[in-house]
Nanobody, 121 residues
Framework: QVQLVESGGGLVQPGGSLRLSCAAS????????MGWYRQAPGKQRELVAS???????HYIDSVKGRFTISRDNTKNTVYLQMNSLKPEDTAVYYC???????????????WGQGTLVTVSA
């Protein structure tokens, strides 16, 4: 069974920075795209950033120039460096990955449990 475990959330002042980490564990043959989603109170979950196994990245417009997604394939880990944080970035952030456990398996979509990021003075 594959699990994604996030860490790094917390309370930060506007203009501050946080780094989120998400490590995949379990039986893993390969991981394709990994991403970070967020869900603010009363809003739908949205994709914030994603990165393919080859390193191609995608960001929503509201975080471009402030957030950076990266991954370490040797550690099955994805990161989200968040700088110049704004109150509107406050949300629960979820890690997502397409994981293939074994050669006889198809890719499975796996979600982390979420980590809360609060941006407030």
């Amino acid at each position: 069974q594959v699990q994604l475990v996030e860490s790094g959330g917390g309370l930060v002042q506007p203009g501050g920075s946080l780094r989120l980490s998400c490590a995949a564990s379990g039986t893993i043959l390969s991981i394709n795209t990994m991403g970070w989603y967020r869900q603010a109170p009363g809003k739908q979950r949205e994709l914030v950033a994603s990165i393919t196994s080859g390193g191609s990245t995608h960001y929503i417009d509201s975080v471009k120039g402030r957030f950076t997604i990266s991954r370490d394939n040797t550690k099955n880990t994805v990161y989200l460096q968040m700088n110049s944080l704004k109150p509107e970035d406050t949300a629960v952030y979820y890690c997502n990955a397409g994981v293939r456990p074994t050669i006889s398996s198809r890719f499975l979509e796996v979600w982390g449990q979420g980590t809360l990021v609060t941006v407030s003075a």
